[in-house]
C-alpha cells in the first residue's frame, strides 16, 4: 500500500480506514503489535493527522484498535469465545474483583525448549518457546512473580507484542486459541533475595507456588505458568462436585 492509493473520489479517512483494515486482515499488522504512527501514516499517504485520526478512531469504535496513551495504536484482531469459568488469568481475576492489574515484564525472550518442555509441548528440543517472567500487581501493589513457557508455533510474532497492553489470554484469542483445561500443584516455597524485593516480601515468609499446565480444546499443551504469590495478599477457594 502506498500514497497513489489515495484519490479524491470519496472521503479520505475512509479509504484510509480501508487501507489500515486491509493490511490487518492481511497479516502486515498482526494481533497485538502497533500500527505505524499518526505522523507515519500522514506522512506515507501525503494527508493531515486530523484526517489519519479519524480513520484510526473509526477502526477502534469497531474494535479492530485500541489507543494507549504513551504507547501507540495496537491491533485488537478477531477474539474468540472461551470458557472463563473453567479457567481465569491474573487480568480477569482482578477486573471481577474491581481491582486495578498491572504488569512489569522483568525478562522477555525466546529460548530452545530443551528437554523438559520439548516432552510437555511435543515438540523438538531445538524448537523455540517464548520465556516471560513478570511482576503482577494490585492496585500498585506487587501481589505474584510470574514466569510464562509458552511454544513459538503457536503465536509466532509474539516478540512483536506488547504485553503491559494486552493480556496473555487476550493474545490466546487473537490466535484463535480456546483454553479449557489445566492442571494446577500447590507448593509453599520460600524466595530468594531479589524476588523477596520484588514482592516487597521479607525473605523467610513463605510464599505460595503454584505450577499450572494449561490445555486447549484440541488437547494441546499451550502453557506452563509458575507463580511466587505473596500468601497474605490472595484468597483460594476450591469447589468439589461429585
Not at 45 to 61: E, F, H, P
Given at each position: ?160 507484542i506488547d504485553l503491559t497492553v494486552f ?76
Open positions: 500500500m502506498d500514497e497513489k492509493e489515495i484519490t479524491y473520489t470519496f472521503p479520505i479517512y475512509l479509504q484510509l480506514r480501508e487501507i489500515i483494515r486491509t493490511k490487518i486482515e492481511e497479516g502486515e499488522y498482526q494481533p497485538g503489535m502497533a500500527i505505524s504512527s499518526e505522523n507515519e501514516l500522514a506522512e506515507t499517504y501525503g494527508i493531515n493527522r486530523m484526517t489519519v485520526r479519524s480513520a484510526i478512531d473509526a477502526l477502534i469504535k469497531e474494535g479492530l484498535l485500541r489507543s494507549v496513551q504513551g504507547k501507540g495504536i495496537f491491533v485488537v484482531g478477531q477474539k474468540y469465545e472461551r470458557n472463563l469459568d473453567i479457567l481465569e488469568g491474573f487480568t480477569q481475576v482482578m477486573k471481577s474483583k474491581n481491582a486495578s492489574p498491572k504488569f512489569k515484564i522483568l525478562q522477555k525472550n525466546a529460548r530452545p525448549a530443551g528437554k523438559l518442555f520439548a516432552d510437555l509441548f511435543g515438540i523438538k528440543e531445538e524448537d523455540q518457546i517464548y520465556y516471560i517472567r513478570r511482576t503482577c500487581y494490585d492496585n500498585n501493589e506487587p501481589v505474584s512473580i510470574e514466569e510464562l513457557f509458552i511454544p513459538e508455533y503457536l503465536v509466532p510474532k509474539f516478540h512483536g493480556s496473555i489470554y487476550e493474545i490466546y484469542e487473537f490466535y484463535g486459541i480456546n483454553l479449557v483445561k489445566a492442571v494446577q500443584t500447590l507448593d509453599i516455597t520460600k524466595l530468594n533475595q531479589r524476588d523477596a524485593k520484588i514482592l516487597e516480601e521479607d525473605e523467610d515468609v513463605p510464599v505460595l507456588l503454584f505450577e499450572c499446565t494449561s490445555f486447549d480444546n484440541k488437547d494441546r499443551v499451550i502453557e506452563f505458568t509458575r507463580s511466587y504469590t505473596r500468601s497474605g495478599k490472595s484468597d483460594y477457594s476450591v469447589d468439589f462436585r461429585v
